[in-house]
């Protein structure tokens, strides 16, 4: 079995295509219990006007179609920011074993950061949690992003 930072080195992957995309870099990949990635995605909702397209989202359509069935047992999640309410719920839906993150979210999180929603008793379903895996590279990332974004907008406002 290949280690937590193998498959998050695959979904900073997909982050970076989503960086190079314009939108915010983050990216997610399923493995499957025998270690196959059988789905990949990344952050989209700008470019396909859709927004439910985050990476997770992605990542969890394509191991589905992948399976030909919406549950995704015994399956882990890589993904390279902590998930969101929308991809929380996506991912206890998907019956997802096992969610590995790279780094926290403060604004939005849903793990750790503003709540644990996969500890609520209420859900028929556990997941397994594992944060901080390649935190440094995939916060790097979405500095950078953002970084570039700041900097456009002051060129734009200096120039309007």
């Not at 309410?85 to 839906?93: D, E, V």
Request: proline content about 4%; aromatic content about 8%; hydrophobic content about 40%.
């Amino acid at each position: 079995m290949r280690s937590d930072e193998f498959y998050m080195h695959r979904a900073l992957e997909q982050a970076q295509r989503a960086f190079e995309s314009g939108e915010v870099p983050v990216g997610a990949v399923v493995v499957d219990a025998a270690g196959a990635v059988i789905g990949a995605g990344y952050n989209c909702p700008v470019s396909g006007q859709d927004p439910t397209a985050h990476a997770e989202v992605q990542a969890l359509r394509s191991a589905a179609q992948t399976l030909g069935n919406y549950r995704l047992d015994d399956c882990s999640l890589f993904v390279t920011l902590e998930p969101c309410l929308m991809c929380t719920g996506a991912i206890i839906h998907a019956r997802v074993r096992r969610v590995v993150y790279a780094t926290a979210e403060p604004k939005g999180g849903m793990v750790e950061s503003r709540a644990n929603l996969f500890a609520q008793p209420w859900f028929n379903h556990r997941v397994e949690i594992e944060g901080g895996v390649l935190a440094a590279p995939a916060r790097r990332l979405l500095q950078q992003f953002f970084r570039e974004r700041r900097q456009g907008d002051s060129s734009a406002e200096s120039r309007g």
